[in-house]
């Protein structure tokens, strides 16, 4: 205990009784003590607690030593906040700003007959981006089979007109929220891009010569699959995901110009990644995760391959 010294003795002789000071001022008495390390504190290094008092540096270790919320399936509680869904939305948008600046005063918002799209036409960043599996027999091969891999990803950013960019915008606002919220920030951006790769992957895979494909509907359709698995995990009620997927599924194989492998894909791509997040075992939920992610990435890795050798081989 910290103590302010007092004169040596009174006039008997015995020592006289010395006063409690704060561990932090010793130039201040006081008769407060923190109630976890019982240090004397002076009103100034007090700093309130469930019951009493505690120093700063109590307070301070109390603080390290809360684990931070986290949710069902390991992901932090921050999710809730639906930063990455926004940000996903954001991108998509300025996508799609960009592709009409490129266009320069072409079709590419309403409409027109390029590649496509809903209520929408090519861009030369569509061009650019799209997954493309080959030009016609009288080109040379282009695209993902020529080591321009950047179209697995760039495709799923990028919409064949207005229409087609607001009902996946849409769907992902609705989706991305909950899912989100359920599994954490970078667990949840994981899902969206593994999904959107490997509905591309599935686009180049099994699309015919050029064939140009691009949207964030691989990957939403990958989150209406991991919806339905995740919920199933929870024990909740899918009755109501399961009409929508399907009605979803029927625009798939019926209207023009949507890509069937790239829908089927993201579905397929989206279901494995659901199953990967919540059905890790509790005990090490991140190591399963985590490989169970590697092991999806690898398969689509060596899909993409085994395809680019057939096509330039």
Not at 29 to 57: F, K, L, N, W
Not at 68 to 89: D, K, S, W
Not at 171 to 179: E, K
Not at 263 to 277: D, K, N, Q
């Amino acid at each position: 205990m910290t103590e302010r010294p007092g004169p040596a003795g009174d006039a008997t002789g015995g020592p006289v009784p010395t006063s409690p000071v704060c561990y932090r001022h010793p130039d201040r008495e006081t008769y407060v003590r923190c109630t976890r390390c019982d240090r004397p504190i002076c009103p100034e290094c007090m700093r309130e607690a469930s019951v009493g008092h505690q120093c700063p540096e109590c307070v301070n270790e109390g603080r390290r030593s809360v684990r931070p919320a986290r949710t069902a399936f390991g992901g932090g509680a921050a999710g809730r906040r639906g930063l990455v869904t926004r940000t996903l939305i954001a991108l998509n948008v300025l996508a799609m700003v960009l592709s009409i600046l490129s266009d320069r005063g072409g079709d590419s918002m309403v409409g027109g007959s390029a590649l496509g799209g809903l209520l929408g036409g090519g861009t030369p960043l569509t061009h650019w981006g799209a997954v493309l599996a080959q030009w016609p027999p009288q080109f040379p091969v282009e695209g993902v089979a020529t080591g321009e891999w950047y179209r697995l990803v760039t495709a799923m950013f990028l919409h064949y007109g207005l229409v087609h960019l607001l009902l996946n915008m849409w769907a992902l606002w609705v989706l991305g929220r909950d899912l989100e919220a359920l599994l954490g920030p970078l667990r949840f951006l994981g899902l969206y891009l593994v999904a959107g790769l490997g509905g591309n992957v599935a686009a180049y895979l099994f699309s015919g010569p050029n064939e140009a494909s691009a949207g964030a509907s691989t990957a939403i359709f990958g989150l209406f699959a991991a919806v339905f698995v995740i919920m199933r995990r929870l024990g909740r009620d899918t009755s109501a995901i399961v009409p929508i997927l399907v009605i979803n599924l029927i625009f798939t194989f019926t209207v023009p110009g949507i890509s069937i492998p790239g829908h089927v894909g993201g579905l397929v791509t989206g279901a494995a990644m659901g199953w990967v997040l919540a059905y890790a075992p509790r005990m090490r939920r991140s190591v399963f995760q985590s490989a169970g992610t590697a092991v999806i990435l690898v398969a689509l890795l060596g899909l993409v391959i085994v395809r680019t050798a057939m096509l330039t081989g």
